[in-house]
């Protein structure tokens, strides 16, 4: 049997370790910024590989291109 390790965040925890609200969380799932999952009619689970990718991908203080 193949063991399955997704682990799951709720919208707070993702809000929580993101520093935004629960809105802008749902607005990055909707724009594919974050994969979530529906567990039922109204729970949504956020993937924390998806909210590492998102952190990972938005460095800060890096040069800009051309600047001398």
């Excluded at 929580?16 to 609200?21: E, F, I, N, T």
């Amino acid at each position: 049997m193949a063991t399955i390790n997704h682990q799951l965040v709720s919208l707070a925890d993702a809000a929580d370790a993101l520093a935004v609200s629960t809105r802008t969380v749902r607005r990055y799932i909707a724009d594919g910024q974050l994969d979530a999952v529906r567990l039922g009619r109204r729970t949504l689970r956020i993937r924390v590989e998806s909210i590492d990718r998102f952190v990972t991908a938005r460095p800060v203080g890096r040069p800009r291109r051309g600047a001398a």
